[in-house]
């Protein structure tokens, strides 16, 4: 398990916008979130990437599980080019690069000295698991596939505009390849070809992925589970979009039926009340349904809300 949510709740002060959240993120994972606008879908991501705290419960990470947040305002530097800016993901690498040169210099002079072969084998570790030799591979491989030429590489990120930057921040996050890649609605300032590029990475990403859309033809080519963010909690759904409406609308209709019987039966019970609590033979029966009636709880209507109508069906 990459990542398991145990009832967790949010409130910004009277306003309780998550309550009872229970979920679980696994390796491989492709899970859309879906839900109206202001019902939460951010608040749970800015939580899940450590940008805001829970006010209750717990979201457990795997040891060692990394994550990776596509937010609106991250910063780029303006004075590095497109390049650049990607190359900076590897930094960590270049870095065990430069040690490792040093290393072997001095491993020459000092051939037996175990920690000198310690250092470097941890230097060698870094550099593999970034997969760093082929770096300017999978720089160009990610630029290209998301829309960025290698005629625009030069560009400084300073003078790309607003949409531009969007895509080289998620352009960035991509070729980080954390455990979890964490993404609030990223097809908006995408063209369709780069769009479906992001599809086809993400079906062979090899982390989980937790997605915020709301197109649904994304969510169909992309998700193996639906998130549905609803009355401030989550039901979680296999399959992906397609899948999901037929079971959403089953789990409707047998909520709506209880609504509906409940509501009938409420009925009953308060005619047989008004018609018989005067009567003193009677009197004993109806005062036992008026307490059935005070403890029937009526199950609530499924709220419509928002979903479906909001995607772009
Ligand atoms: N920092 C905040 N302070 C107060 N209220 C907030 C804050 N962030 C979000 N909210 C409120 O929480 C609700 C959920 O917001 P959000 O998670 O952004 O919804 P979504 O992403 O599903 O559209 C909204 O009513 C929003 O106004
Ligand atoms: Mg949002």
């Not at 749970?44 to 795997?62: H, K, M, N, Q, V």
């Not at 920690?115 to 290209?144: F, G, P, R, W």
Request: hydrophobic fraction near 40%; include cysteine; glycine fraction near 8%.
């Amino acid at each position: 398990m990459l990542l398991e949510l145990q009832n967790l709740g949010k409130s910004f002060g009277e306003h309780e916008v998550l309550r009872d959240v229970n979920a679980g993120v696994e390796r491989g994972d492709r899970i859309g979130i879906i839900g109206a606008n202001g019902t939460g879908k951010t608040t749970l991501l800015r939580i899940l990437c450590g940008e805001s705290l829970p006010d209750a419960g717990d979201a457990a990470f795997g040891t060692g599980v990394t994550t990776g947040y596509l937010e609106q305002n991250a910063r780029l530097d303006p004075s590095l080019d497109i390049y650049a800016t990607m190359r900076l993901v590897f930094t960590p690498a270049l870095d065990a690069m430069q040690e490792m040169d040093a290393l072997q210099k001095q491993l020459a002079a000092d051939p037996h000295n175990a920690e000198l072969t310690e250092k470097i084998a941890h230097c060698t570790a870094v550099i593999d698991a970034m997969d760093a030799y082929n770096m300017d591979t999978q720089i160009k491989k990610v630029l290209n596939g998301m829309g960025f030429p290698a005629d625009t590489w030069t560009k400084l990120a300073g003078v790309l505009s607003g949409g531009e930057q969007t895509r080289l921040r998620l352009a960035r996050l991509l070729l980080e390849r954390p455990d979890l890649l964490i993404l609030d609605e990223p097809t908006n300032h995408l063209d369709l070809e780069t769009m479906e590029w992001l599809e086809n990475y993400l079906k062979a990403y090899r982390g989980a992925v937790l997605v915020v859309s709301h197109d649904r033809y994304f969510l169909d080519a992309v998700c193996t589970r639906i998130w549905e963010l609803r009355g401030k909690s989550i039901k979680t759904y296999r399959g992906n979009y397609s899948a999901y409406l037929p079971q959403r609308e089953a789990a409707d209709e047998r909520q709506q039926k209880l609504h509906d019987a409940a509501v009938e039966k409420a009925a009953k019970l308060q005619d047989y009340v008004d018609r018989n609590l005067v009567r003193a033979s009677t009197t004993k029966m109806a005062q036992s349904r008026r307490k059935q009636l005070e403890k029937l709880e009526i199950v609530e209507t499924p709220d419509h809300r928002g979903v479906g109508a909001e995607l772009s069906l």
